[in-house]
């Protein structure tokens, strides 16, 4: 069992910036492939960023591609993702995931979820 806590959420103008954090228990971290995911009110959860255990391949979806990046510390069990040039349609709750195997997109490939962190983003 992995506990994903995320962090880092909040209210932010259009074009600001925010960085989350999602932090994990026990010491297998560096054995998953991380994934941030998002969901709007009456949306689907969609996949944001993916980036596999070393930190050295990662995929964007093409709405957040040259804003967001993902990045992983394996020292400190947490994986980080930096939004610039934040958009209203960027407003939702933030889910990081993590699933024992390679890099992957959708959400049913992954084994454990957080909880959430919300995002707002003002206009």
């Known amino acids: 069992q992995v506990l994903l806590v995320e962090s880092g959420g909040g209210l932010v103008q259009a074009g600001g910036s925010l960085r989350l954090s999602c932090a994990t228990s026990g010491n297998t971290f560096s054995t998953y492939a991380m994934g941030w995911f998002r969901q709007a009110p009456g949306k689907e959860r969609e996949f944001v960023a993916t980036?596999?255990?070393?930190?050295?391949?990662?995929l964007y979806a093409d709405s957040v591609r040259g804003r967001f990046t993902i990045t992983r510390d394996n020292a400190k069990n947490t994986v980080y993702l930096e939004m610039n040039s934040l958009k209203p349609e960027d407003t939702a709750v933030y889910y990081c995931?993590?699933?024992?195997?390679?890099?992957?997109?959708?959400?049913?490939?992954?084994?454990?979820w957080g909880q959430g962190t919300q995002v707002t983003v003002s206009s």
């Open positions: 980036i596999d255990r070393s930190g050295g391949s990662t």
């Open positions: 995931a993590a699933r024992g195997r390679t890099i992957a997109a959708m959400p049913v490939s992954y084994d454990y």
